[in-house]
């Protein structure tokens, strides 16, 4: 017998009227990712919120994007980044930030990620696959250490040191 292809599909129930980010429980986002603001945590950030939710999200696209291009194309960490923050880029100041954005989560993440292979897991989609770093610091204090720029001001050491990217 064939199916009734007269009437459409019905939606998940609920998905219309449900804000963005939520599921269909009534759970919360799946961002940020656990991962994510225990890596902010462990190189002394706190950012508010919505930044982790973003940087989340940015990261999540990062992953994707290296398992689209393959073992070898997203073989260093580093080069894939900058691929995926050239592919991001875009002229209005929404794309900007988003992509000032990205590229702040990828710094932390350049930094606080090893072990960067390519894993093909039974039952698991093949892709990049890391860990977060474990050393005697993990824990460290809260405290952003700050060092004095060049025109006096206090500034996170973080920037004082720059960019991986």
């Known amino acids: 017998m064939e199916p009734n292809r007269s009437e459409p599909k019905a939606a998940a129930p609920g998905w219309s009227e449900m804000p ?4 269909p429980a009534g759970t919360k986002s799946p961002h940020p990712k656990p991962w994510v603001r ?11 919120e919505k930044t982790l939710y973003w940087w989340s999200v940015h990261l999540d696209r990062f992953l994707v994007f290296c398992r689209k291009l393959g073992p070898k194309a997203s073989e260093i960490p580093e080069m894939a980044a900058r691929q995926f923050l050239d ?5 209005s100041a929404n794309a900007a930030f988003a992509s000032e954005q990205a590229r702040q989560a990828l710094d932390v993440f350049l930094q606080e990620t090893e072990h960067w292979h390519w894993s093909e897991r039974e039952g698991e ?4 696959a890391f860990r ?6 993990a824990g460290r204090s809260a405290v952003v250490p700050t060092v004095a720029s060049p025109d006096g001001e206090e500034v996170p050491m973080m920037e004082a040191q720059g960019s991986v990217l």
């Open 20 to 23: 963005r980010g939520a599921t």
């Open 38 to 48: 225990r890596m902010a945590e462990r190189r002394g950030l706190h950012p508010p």
């Open 87 to 91: 592919s991001i880029a875009g002229t």
């Open 125 to 128: 989609r093949p892709g990049r």
């Open 132 to 137: 977060l770093k474990a050393t005697a610091e």
